[in-house]
Every structure is written in structure tokens, then in C-alpha cells.
């Protein structure tokens, strides 16, 4: 398959959690989201083995190489090798950037989230593809996160580090087309598409607000 | 036969943990296997190149435990693989630049199932040990059972101490491998001579 780490379409980024489906496999809330409109995939695990995070990934794939949609794998650079992903994601407790970068090779994707400007662009420097940044808003699926950075802490990320940012956390309908004003390429989201609702129908109204 | 150092920092109560590492690798241990479980990526590679940046300077081989991409990443001479971890055939794939020997641990007969392509195996555990109170531990009849079954080298593990080394002496097995032993020995230096005393090393 040809190399996906050019001309990424970061504009739905889909991140899993398979806490908030409701009575859905994770691949079918994965075709659903695609089918819906998302752009870019994100499998995301927190607490399972490193052979159950492969399983789960594999079937995640299954869907994303149908459609041709690239598929990241948060945190884990092993679990990505695994799969054969089409890259991984990673921040502040994963592999560093340059060795990730080493591992994977020159085709993968690679999408890093720090906490400061500093290492944003240190990674940028690294061979980071994109950024995810955030959390934008609270959150409830990452609690620790806070009250949010902010747009305009966003904007400035966008506008200081010369890569595509993603802006995530707290991101849905009605906030979804102000975070886009700040200039990210794209917007990531997990319970505004998955955890509520028809998945399909949840990604193509956030899809119409990013066109 | 050969001696390893499985390691587990959080035993390491005695002395800094890299200078458990410097002690054995200046006392002749034959390979340490880096077993950090509860280190998330970032902190295991960073652990696993300060280890390496030691056991490299004594010639001592260092194997990952669990983590194909750390063992990469460090370019360890092997990476150990639990039934948790990826399937051995996914990382043979993974390694296959590198050449890593890939090793599988093996806790009953009906394991050696899915230790099938590996370069070798660690069985256990074989003596009573305090890491694994709860479970009976399978004696050294386990290890002739195992010699029998397959042609990889099997390394003991369990509640090995310089007392009960000697009777794996017999058994034909290729190696012991020590987490608490040495880990809380007061001089790890010293308990790995205790230990080589109860074996009959060759050294590789």
C-alpha cells in the first residue's frame, strides 16, 4: 500500500474508547465514523495487554485499510510495528519522537501531544507529522486533563510550530467551528462521535461544520 | 550452563538498582534480562539505554522483557516474550533486521506449545519463591519433563539460591536465571560467585 504520511487528511479525527460505545463493536463504530465522514483514525488503550491492544488494532484495521483511511496507534510504537499500523501517536510517557521515527521508518505517520510549545517543536524537529494539542476543552473521557487550554493557547501552538495540529478534548458540535477558526487542520473526537446517538450520523454533522 | 540476572528494580532496596547491574555484569553474569513491567515506554527505553550503556561496556548480552520496540530501540541482543505479550511470530517478524533472539517463558508442559519458534525458554517457577507465594512451585521434575519435549535451551527460574543451585546440576538444562537473589542481595557481586560456585558454568 502506498505510503499515507503525505497530504493527510486530518480534518475528523476519530480517537476510540471503547468505554462509551453502547452495546457496538469497536469496528462497526469505526466503519460507522468513516462512513460518516472521518478522515484519520486513532485507536486508543488504555488498560489491556499488549496482545489484546494488538487484537483489537488488527480489527480496527481491518476497517480503516478498507476504506483506505490511515490508522495511528496511540502510545505504542510496539503495537504499531504489530499491526503494521500507519503510525503511531505519542506523548510525554511513550517512545521519544527520534527513536519512533527509527523504528517505524520514513513512511509512517507520526503524531506527537506535549504539554509545551517547547517539545511541540522539538518533536517538530524529530520528524513529528502532526500534533495533537489539547485538551481544548474539559473533558470527560480524559479527567486528569483539566479545564482546557484554551483557543488561544491553541492558536499559538498552531502558529509557532510549523506542523498540521489537531486540536483535541472537548470538542463537539457546538464548539467544534470555533476551535477550527484558530487555524488547526483538523479537530479529534472521541465522545461527541462515539458515545451517543447514531455514530454515522453524529460524524457527518460534525463533518458538514469542518467543510 | 549460564546464569542470568532477571531484573526488577523495585527489589533493588539495598543499592541503586544500575549498581546491582554493574555488580553482576563485573561478577560474571552471563545475561540480564530487563523485566521493568510497570514502566510505560519513555521510561523503560531510558532505563533499558543507561543498562545497556553497562552491560555493553562488560560484554554482557541484554534482553528486553516484553517490549519488542525497547529491545529495538536499545539493540539488545534478545527480547522476552510472556503470553500477554505479542505473538512470537508477529515479532520475529518485527526483529527480523536485527537478528534479536526471542525467548518465551513457559509455565507448564502444554506451554511449550506456544513457545514453538523460539530461540530458547525460561520455565518456572521451580523452587518456592516469595514472588509467587501462591503458587505451587513445579520442582525440578518440571525441567527433565521439559529437556524431553523440546530442543531449545531452557532456563530455570524460581527460587534459586547458592543452596539449591546444585540440584539443577543434573538436569541437563542450559541455564539459571535469578530475580530476588540477586536483586536483594546485599552483595550481588558476591552471591553471583556463590551461585557460579553451585554450577558448572561455560562460559559462552
Keep these: 500500500m502506498a505510503a499515507k504520511r503525505d497530504n493527510i487528511d486530518f480534518r475528523l479525527y476519530a480517537v476510540t474508547d471503547r468505554k462509551v460505545l453502547k452495546g457496538i463493536k469497536l469496528e462497526e463504530a469505526v466503519e460507522q465514523a468513516i462512513l460518516g465522514g472521518a478522515t484519520i483514525v486513532q485507536v486508543r488503550e488504555k488498560e489491556v495487554s499488549t496482545l489484546e491492544y494488538i487484537n483489537i488494532a488488527t480489527k480496527v484495521k481491518a476497517v480503516t485499510d478498507k476504506f483506505n483511511i490511515p490508522l495511528v496507534v496511540n502510545d505504542r510504537v510496539d503495537v504499531a510495528l504489530a499491526v503494521d499500523a500507519d503510525g503511531v501517536h505519542v506523548g510525554e510517557d511513550d517512545m521519544p519522537v527520534k527513536i519512533a521515527r527509527a523504528l517505524l521508518g520514513s513512511n509512517k505517520i507520526i503524531g506527537v501531544s506535549f504539554p509545551d510549545i517547547a517539545r511541540c517543536y522539538q518533536a517538530y524537529l524529530d520528524g513529528a507529522d502532526y500534533l495533537g494539542v489539547g485538551a481544548v476543552y474539559g473533558t470527560t473521557t480524559k479527567p486528569d486533563a483539566g479545564e482546557g487550554i484554551g483557543l488561544k493557547v491553541l492558536a499559538d501552538i498552531k502558529q509557532q510550530v510549523p506542523l498540521p495540529v489537531v486540536a483535541i478534548g472537548g470538542i463537539g458540535h457546538h464548539n467544534a467551528k470555533e476551535a477550527l477558526e484558530t487555524g488547526v487542520d483538523g479537530i479529534a473526537v472521541i465522545s461527541s462521535l462515539f458515545s451517543g446517538g447514531n455514530i454515522r450520523e453524529n460524524a457527518e454533522r460534525l463533518k458538514d461544520l469542518l467543510a | ?204
Excluded at chain 2, 523485566?35 to 550503556?53: G, I, M, T
Excluded at chain 2, 533472539?101 to 521451580?126: F, K, N, P
Excluded at chain 2, 539449591?164 to 538436569?171: A, D, H, M, P
Aim: charged share 20%; aromatic share 4%; with cysteine.
Design chain 2, 1 to 204: 550452563m549460564k546464569l542470568v540476572l532477571v531484573t526488577n528494580r523495585n527489589l533493588a532496596l539495598k543499592m541503586p538498582f544500575l549498581q546491582v547491574i554493574r555488580e553482576c555484569c563485573i561478577a560474571g553474569i552471563n545475561e540480564i534480562h530487563l523485566r521493568e513491567k510497570d514502566l510505560p515506554a519513555r521510561q523503560l527505553y531510558e532505563l533499558a539505554s543507561r543498562v545497556k550503556s553497562i552491560t555493553a561496556k562488560y560484554g554482557v548480552p541484554l534482553v528486553i522483557s516484553h517490549d519488542v520496540s525497547v529491545a529495538l530501540a536499545v539493540e539488545a541482543s534478545g527480547v522476552h516474550l510472556g503470553f500477554s505479550s505479542l505473538p512470537l511470530e508477529k515479532a520475529r517478524e518485527i526483529c527480523s533486521q536485527q537478528k534479536l533472539r526471542i525467548g518465551v517463558s513457559v509455565h507448564s508442559l502444554s506451554d511449550t506449545e506456544q513457545a514453538q519458534g523460539a530461540d530458547y525458554i525460561i520455565a518456572g517457577h521451580i523452587f518456592p519463591t516469595a514472588c509467587k507465594e501462591d503458587l505451587e512451585p513445579k520442582g525440578t521434575a518440571f525441567l527433565q519433563e521439559l529437556k524431553k519435549l523440546v530442543q531449545i535451551p531452557v532456563i530455570a527460574i524460581g527460587g534459586i539460591s547458592p543452596e539449591n543451585i546444585g540440584k539443577l546440576n543434573r538436569l541437563n538444562i542450559d541455564g539459571a536465571a535469578i530475580m530476588s537473589g540477586l536483586m536483594t542481595a546485599e552483595k550481588p557481586a558476591k552471591y553471583v560467585e556463590q551461585i557460579m560456585t553451585g554450577l558448572t558454568i561455560i562460559k559462552q
